[in-house]
């Protein structure tokens, strides 16, 4: 691949992964937010994997960026998908990674009503938490792992509701 082609990848993939965590950070999000977040961290994704720099690490913290963003949306099977190839891509990587691929795995058990598989992969990335040196990193990992517990299944969301009470108009509505 030729730089001219490389740099808008390089540019991009950045700009859609703090684009979208801009959306992932706030409290409340419309319907075309939710859509936007997860668009943008799959475009982050796509750019990533088109660097030839893009390594393990790149590959599961965007897989990991995709599955959070499609929990937020209350899309339980992807986030499951997603949160799995963050776990393969991170298997030979620091406990950080490896602790953050479990997160995404307990926080889309979460939304998908599964307790007990939001419990095994909680406990999967608090193991690995305890393995992580730096302070900062263990500490952020801690602090997601602790939001858990408020993680309601995708049937008992504000979003889901939204939605399902759009489509009802869309197709009262319709011609």
């Not at 799959?42 to 690490?57: F, G, K, N, V, Y």
Request: with cysteine; glycine share 4%; proline share 3%.
């Amino acid at each position: 691949m030729n730089e001219a082609a490389v740099d808008p990848h390089r540019r991009l993939s950045v700009e859609c992964f703090n684009r979208a965590w801009e959306l992932i950070e706030l409290l409340q999000r419309t319907i075309d937010e939710t859509d936007r977040m997860l668009l943008l961290a799959m475009a982050s994704l796509w750019h990533w994997s088109e660097r030839p720099d893009c390594t393990e690490r790149e590959r599961s913290i965007g897989c990991w960026q995709v599955s959070r963003c499609a929990a937020l949306a209350g899309h339980a099977t992807l986030a499951r998908s997603f949160a799995e190839r963050s776990l393969e891509h991170a298997r030979t990587l620091a406990p950080f990674y490896r602790g953050y691929a479990h997160e995404a795995l307990a926080r889309a058990a979460a939304v998908a009503g599964d307790d007990a598989e939001r419990e095994r992969h909680r406990a999967d990335a608090a193991r690995c938490a305890a393995e992580v040196g730096r302070s900062e990193d263990r500490a952020a990992l801690e602090a997601d792992l602790a939001t858990l517990a408020s993680v309601r299944p995708a049937s008992q969301t504000s979003a889901t509701a939204a939605t399902t009470g759009m489509h009802r108009i869309a197709r009262k509505d319709a011609p």
